[in-house]
């Protein structure tokens, strides 16, 4: 469960680890869309739910990206299975349809739900590196309450969707 602090009429939600986090599935059961970037999907359990999510767009870590092994570093995984995860993570988001692109650069950990409606929010992920993966906080804020806020982590998002690259298909 997570920590509400109030700003007046605005709200953040705090989640000091992932163990305070809503799983995916719930997060996302109200939003028509989503917008999605992840450094990766290591774990098998969330890749096989992508079908019952409506994420439009995933945005992953390039596997060949000079950042990779900084990343999985961060996330308390070797770097080939890191890197295994977002080629799996791309099989499993290609078989639920939705749009994928790599990125070599540093990613941030976002979810941009409903992006174009004004009722959207989004969860900021902030890995710790060297430090257990479980131990990465996040916030959650609403676009209506912070929307330039919401408008710099959107502009944030296309701009690392143009410079993707579309994955090489794998089977």
């Given amino acids: 469960m997570g ?3 109030d700003r007046g ?3 953040v939600t705090f989640y000091p680890g992932l163990e305070t986090l809503p799983v995916l599935i719930a997060q996302l059961k109200s939003v028509r869309n989503a917008w999605v970037a992840w450094p990766a999907m290591i ?3 969330a890749r096989s739910r992508l079908m019952e999510v ?3 767009r995933l945005l992953l870590l390039d596997p060949q990206s000079c950042f990779l092994p900084a990343f999985a570093a961060a996330y308390d995984a ?7 995860g ?3 993570a791309t099989r499993s988001a290609d078989y639920a349809h939705i749009s994928v692109r790599w990125f070599d650069g540093p ?5 941009l739900a409903d992006p174009r409606d004004e009722m ?12 257990p993966s479980k131990a990465r906080p996040s916030l959650r804020f609403g676009k209506r309450d912070y929307p330039g806020l919401f408008r710099v982590l959107t502009d944030a998002y296309n701009g690392m969707w143009e410079k993707g690259r579309e994955p090489r298909k794998t089977s």
């Fill in 43 to 45: 774990e098998e359990a």
């Fill in 107 to 111: 990613i941030f950990s976002v979810i």
């Fill in 9 to 11: 009429s605005a709200k």
């Fill in 54 to 56: 409506p994420i439009d």
């Fill in 86 to 88: 977002i080629r799996d």
């Fill in 78 to 84: 070797p770097a080939i299975k890191f890197a295994e």
């Fill in 120 to 131: 959207g929010w989004a969860r900021i992920e902030i890995p710790i590196p060297y430090h």
């Fill in 3 to 5: 920590q509400q602090a």
